[in-house]
């Protein structure tokens, strides 16, 4: 349908929706000779690396925050409100605030992710721990167990499943986050390559980028729903 | 009298845009029968971008958005805004520029930030020419003007690569002080006067009349160069710009403009390629050699006097566009 | 007899006096230490202003002009440019999801297209805008509409998957057509999850704007930030940026009084 | 012309991760034009899913399924079914849930009020007309659930378990009220219980039915006992006193509990 | 020593939307060590908030709650609760859903699994040590729930309609066993129910409690009866043919109906 719409009936204008072989000639190119500085795939790793970081970071601060949240009523009266207020603002507006806290390196770019893929982390720790099951903390409780045992065998194996539906939105909303972080001075990149090309005004190139993108995003998420299984293992398969 | 609507592309608070807002300040643009439709760009890809989806007719640009323009989308240039080469420049920390003066190899290694594949990047790449340093030895930040100028604030990069007004925000503010700029360095970037083929090809005494406001825009600014500054002051502070007026007076005096006359002379092909076309090809090779272009368009292909010359040939325009 | 709290969360109940005192407390931490970083000169007044310094700053704007409009102006362009480009993906994304959780068909074609792109951030959608829309307001439309299309489906497709099988057979043992239980049971019963996927929208479509205002320049709260920061001005920047965040919050709000209406109303309490 | 006859049904369920499994075994049976069959048998063993054959939310592997004489293609109006958890829609009213086949079929508004007033009425539902579901109790939700299938003034009336989610004093009247209704208004019923008790209260004919696979094993008419002990005169909780229907109640449970003792443990 | 006292106690609930709610009016109840008590009563009556309090869960308004002499004063492992939905721990097998209580006490391991080992074994769990709760069936799921109660060696019982949600047939089975298993370790216990039935099968005294607001309307001594009727010795359907069976039923249910018929039409 595509190749109709351009090449074969010339419906859409070739210059703004690119025909399938243009695209092909943007991927040979980045492939074979490079663009924007490296090949796809130099440019692939290096954005894993950096969503992978950034990823890494958000689990590291936003599960324990969203846990804490979701234990203690006063924890969210006191956090919530400030939360609630910084969520908003993306990321892009966050970036000349990046560059002059961290310059241009890999710590800005970091931080950029990070400051979205946290979100998600939070909110459904949060909510995970919320909806657990009152009865089985009342279970444990008249079994003997301390606070800490709750936690640890009860609220935190109760709000997995919902954390891990937050780590899946952590990790596409890193991916989305990916082009505003490499605006902040990037080498290489699959974000470098999509700003680059929008510069350059390519279309055929962006697609491609946007392309890897999604193949990565879709890569990344299946790893992710492997871990998942795991943990989870305890779960009727859906 | 009876107007006509024609849809404008700029962008706000820069020197080669001033005239567009003169005319609408002194009303020239009734006089000439159009009523002015503004779009506003922060940089020249959307704005060239913007071209496809026929937002506009008729524009100002930079002169590597120019370039791109006519490989992509029949982007024509009729006439030069000016001659940014002075403003489009290297800038060094001022306790460190002596030593690079003196030894550029000590660039080696060192980042540059820069926004790449534009006529800064040109700049850069003829900079390096002379100092005979390959560019794979810097390292090459690509940010745009604003990150740039937060980044080199806050120590980043040996180098910034910016172009007016941001060059004085970076000598006032951080410091700084140009190295190497396009006329050091015979990277001569012009501005380009644009308009889409098409809209040339319908409505080519619009095109006329929309040029003669502009050209009457820099002969006004040519022979009140006082008046000039505070309409610049009053045009960049619209424009979200806030510099001193000693930067005002240096674009003033960095920037040439160019009247009826000088542009036919810059374009006149009489003697095989013009002046204009000597500059172009040089930019069109850069931005072929850095893959923005697959293969630069032959300036001829752009590049046309046609519309200066209706107006020299058009008493009532010509006297129009000499402010007479 | 000591009370003590058992359950965690479930058996606590804040009053009302302590909920808001720690809420306060909350603020003050983090305007308290904001302050003390910006005073004790660690980050300089350019890179960090302090907050008295940002509200200066918002008062000017709100009365001076700045970048050709008074803040209340560019809060007003973005806040119009936002509800177009939601409004767009909302009533094509609602009923397109809806129709995917009822024909199977239509499911498996879009979901797949849909898994990967969601990836592709609004940002990189720009260029393409300009390209297809131009800027008058196409442009910034697509983008809003790119960021925020993707919930708006997602959760009329959960929403009507979800809806409980026996409440559409009721409906078709009663001799509801097709359109029928699409119309009284699937849109019904997916309406709590289409709110909070509303919800999410808004959210992602309002972060989409700055992306959009790359595009369109003249006046929104985007467009303020990037002249901010050619002017080295942060505090411009944050001001900008608490622009963002004060409406962004104000929109959800209002989403979550719709949200607790329809849960009130039809008992779906928790 | 309603009874419901299954000539020779079985069904099997294709399962998820790919092999089938048979949930109901060859089975025949044939309920008769007005007649109120209960069916009763441990959980799994396929009591909902011959009920939904006769709904025509299912269709049988093999064999047939008809009703009034006419294979059943798919649900339809003339067929009610009273689910377990009620399935009220709980964004519509009590008069809207009742009314809702009746605007499905087009029938004019005037006349539809008239009849969900009248059961709104009989249902002792009046001055909840506008309330919505959640507003109710279990028991007059289960009501309007009921009120809901009569009103479409349907042939055969389909109930999984409808007083299942009730507890044990409002089941009772509940259970009380459905004979009073039957009785005034005798319709085609299939009427599927956990509870024996209820089974042979209600009904004219108890189905045993037993699983691995699922199929009828025993069929117990009840209508000479109740005509014999003049149970319809009596309260409920006198009639489980006599010793004819403890006696039934004892042999059901005796064929159910074999069975279950072995499965419990497999 | 492990006797559960209310003395003069009440339970008022602060609602969300401001106002209060009287849940329990002053009641008193002792139940002596080693009794079985059942208690019934119409939905929200307050029977879970009545055994919440004696599980320390929940505290009075006024009024004392003491177990072996001393206040309650939180949920602790010498009165272990079973609970309606089971309340496994879904992402725990068999053995550690049973273990959790010892794991919490510090048992050492060894110690902990003979006893796990032995309740596997008396509750017919064997082979299923390492299933997951989901892979198990609902009786067995209870069987689970009642082993971890039982595994703790508690002083007091206390089970919230434990077989609520089983069905009819499992549910025998389970109540079978529960008294086998009552008979082997007397314990002091609360039984909450709907069903009167399971009641008077299981329990020494039966509790009837009213509602708006809660409180107990009658005690009923079955303990008698069973001796008499030599019901110990009997299984649970032949038991209920019984006359003094039924007539305690009706007995108690006539009680339940009156007040519920009131109920259900306000
Ligand atoms: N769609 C389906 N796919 C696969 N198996 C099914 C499906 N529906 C029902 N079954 C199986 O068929 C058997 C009979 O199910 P059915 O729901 O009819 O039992 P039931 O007698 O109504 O049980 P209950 O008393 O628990 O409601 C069960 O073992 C069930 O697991
Ligand atoms: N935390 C609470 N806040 C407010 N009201 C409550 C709370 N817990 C229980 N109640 C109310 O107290 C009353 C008694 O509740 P309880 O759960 O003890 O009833 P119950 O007899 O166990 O009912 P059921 O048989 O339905 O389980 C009910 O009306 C209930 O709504
Ligand atoms: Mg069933
Ligand atoms: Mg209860």
């Not at chain 4, 293609?73 to 009746?102: C, D, H, S, Y």
Request: proline share 6%; glycine share 10%; hydrophobic share 50%.
């Amino acid at each position: 349908m595509w190749w109709l719409a351009t090449s074969g009936l010339r419906l859409l204008n070739p210059l703004r929706l690119p025909a399938p072989a243009e695209v092909w000639v943007a991927f040979q190119q980045i492939n074979g000779r490079g663009y924007a500085g490296a090949t796809l795939i130099e440019h692939a790793l290096h954005s894993l690396g950096l969503v992978a970081r950034g990823f890494a970071v958000a689990i590291v601060t936003g599960v324990p925050l969203g846990l804490l949240m979701g234990w203690s009523r006063r924890a969210e009266a006191l956090v919530n409100p400030i939360f609630l207020l910084l969520r908003p603002i993306p990321a892009l507006a966050w970036i000349p605030l990046a560059i002059v806290w961290f310059g241009l390196g890999d710590t800005g770019k970091v931080f950029v992710i990070w400051l979205t893929a946290f979100v998600p982390s939070v909110i459904n720790a949060f909510s995970g721990v919320r909806q657990v099951d009152t009865i089985l903390i009342a279970a444990a409780r008249t079994q003997g167990a301390s606070t800490a045992q709750v936690l640890r065998h009860v609220v935190i194996p109760g709000a997995m499943p919902m954390i891990f539906t937050g780590l899946r939105l952590s990790l596409q909303a890193s991916w989305t986050t990916l082009v505003a972080a490499e605006l902040v001075g990037a080498f290489f990149g699959l974000g470098r390559v999509l700003n680059i090309a929008g510069q350059d005004i390519y279309p055929g190139m962006i697609l491609v980028g946007m392309a890897a993108v999604a193949v990565c995003g879709a890569g990344t998420t299946w790893l992710l729903g492997l871990v998942e299984r795991r943990v989870l293992n305890w779960r009727p398969a859906v | 009298q009876q107007t006509t609507r024609l849809n404008i592309s700029m962008q706000p608070a820069l020197y080669s845009m001033v005239p567009l807002h003169l005319a609408t300040e002194q009303g020239w643009w009734r006089q000439m029968g159009i009523e002015p439709n503004f779009s506003s760009f922060p940089a020249g890809p959307p704005q060239i971008a913007a071209a496809a989806a026929g937002t506009w007719d008729v524009g100002i640009t930079g002169s590597a958005p120019g370039v791109l323009g006519a490989a992509r989308f029949n982007i024509r240039t009729i006439a030069i805004s000016n001659d940014e080469s002075a403003t489009n420049v290297l800038m060094a920390r001022r306790d460190q520029v002596e030593a690079i003066r003196a030894n550029p190899a000590s660039l080696r290694g060192q980042r540059v930030l820069i926004t790449v594949n534009t006529t800064v990047d040109y700049v850069l790449q003829n900079c390096l020419r002379r100092w005979n340093i390959p560019r794979n030895d810097l390292q090459v930040v690509n940010l745009n003007q604003a990150q740039i100028l937060s980044a080199f604030s806050t120590g980043e990069g040996r180098l910034a690569g910016l172009w007016a007004p941001n060059i004085y925000t970076a000598e006032e503010r951080m410091n700084a002080v140009p190295l190497c700029s396009g006329s050091d360095a015979d990277a001569i970037v012009p501005g380009n006067i644009i308009v889409r083929e098409e809209f040339l090809n319908r409505n080519p005494d619009m095109v006329a009349r929309y040029l003669a406001v502009i050209l009457r825009g820099i002969a006004w600014m040519k022979a009140n160069p006082d008046q000039t500054i505070q309409v610049m002051n009053r045009f960049y502070q619209a424009g979200g710009v806030t510099v001193t007026e000693a930067a005002l007076r240096a674009e003033v005096a960095r920037r040439p403009i160019f009247g009826l006359e000088e542009q036919l002379r810059l374009m006149s092909r009489a003697n095989g390629p013009s002046q204009a076309d000597r500059w172009y090809a040089g930019l069109g090779e850069f931005l072929q050699q850095v893959g923005t272009v697959p293969t630069a368009p032959p300036v001829t292909a752009y590049l046309t006097d046609a519309v200066l010359r209706r107006i020299a040939d058009n008493p009532q325009l010509r006297a129009f566009a000499l402010n007479q | 007899m000591a009370k003590r709290n058992f359950l965690g969360p479930h058996g606590t109940v804040l009053g009302l006096g302590e909920f808001w005192l720690l809420t306060l407390a909350g603020f003050a931490l983090f305007f308290g230490g904001w302050s003390l970083l910006a005073w004790s000169g660690w980050l300089p007044a350019n890179l960090l202003p302090s907050p008295r310094a940002v509200w200066a700053t918002l008062v000017r704007l709100w009365e001076n002009p700045f970048a050709g409009h008074v803040y209340a102006d560019h809060l007003l362009a973005s806040l119009g440019r936002f509800l177009m480009g939601w409004a767009i993906a909302v009533a094509i994304g609602i009923p397109l999801g809806l129709l995917m959780g009822w024909y199977r068909l239509l499911d498996e074609i879009v979901t797949p297209l849909f898994d990967s792109i969601r990836f592709v951030a609004p940002l990189a959608w720009v260029p393409l805008a300009a390209l297809w829309f131009g800027t008058g307001i196409g442009g910034p439309l697509l983008i809003i509409f790119v960021g925020s299309f993707a919930p708006c489906v997602i959760s009329a497709y959960r929403g009507a998957r979800l809806v409980e099988a026996r409440l559409v057979e009721a409906a078709q043992t009663m001799g509801a057509s097709g359109r029928q239980v699409i119309q009284h049971v699937l849109v019904p019963g997916a309406m709590p999850s289409i709110i909070s996927g509303l919800r999410v929208s808004a959210g992602l479509g309002w972060q989409s704007l700055v992306g959009s205002e790359l595009i369109v320049v003249g006046a929104g709260l985007g467009y303020l930030m990037v002249q901010g920061q050619g002017n080295l001005a942060t505090d411009v920047v944050i001001a900008g940026m608490i622009g963002i965040g004060v409406v962004g919050f104000a929109i959800d709000v209002a989403l979550r009084g719709v949200e607790a209406w329809f849960r009130k109303r039809w008992g779906q309490t928790a | 012309m309603s009874e419901i006859v299954f000539r020779a049904v079985t069904k099997t369920f294709r399962l998820p991760r790919g092999g089938e499994f048979l949930a109901i075994d060859t089975t025949d049976l044939r309920i008769e034009e007005r007649e109120f069959v209960a069916i009763v048998g441990p959980s799994g063993c396929g009591k909902t899913t011959l009920m939904r054959m006769a709904a025509g939310l299912e269709f049988p592997s093999t064999g047939t399924v008809e009703v009034g004489g006419k294979p059943v293609r798919g649900p339809g109006p003339e067929r009610a079914v009273v689910f377990q958890q009620f399935a009220l829609m709980p964004w519509k009213t009590v008069r809207e849930n009742i009314g809702f086949g009746l605007m499905c079929k087009g029938t004019p508004k005037a006349e539809a009020d008239a009849a969900i007033g009248r059961y709104v009425e009989l249902m002792g539902l009046a001055g909840h007309e506008d309330s919505f579901p959640h507003q109710l109790s279990g028991g007059m939700q289960q009501r309007v659930a009921i009120a809901r299938a009569y009103v479409m003034n349907p042939a055969a009336l389909l109930m999984d378990e409808p007083f299942g989610a009730l507890d044990a004093q409002t089941r009772i009247v509940m259970q009380e009220e459905l004979v009073r209704l039957a009785r005034r208004n005798p319709r085609t019923v299939i009427f599927i219980t956990h509870a024996v008790d209820e089974a042979i209260y209600l009904a004219d004919r108890v189905v045993v039915m037993g699983r691995k696979p699922g199929r009828i094993i025993e069929t117990i008419d009840i209508k000479p006992l109740r005509a014999e002990g003049g149970w319809e005169a009596m309260p409920i909780e006198e009639v489980m006193d006599t010793p004819a229907f403890t006696h039934m109640r004892s042999r059901i449970w005796k064929l159910l509990k074999a069975r279950e003792q072995a499965a419990a443990d497999h």
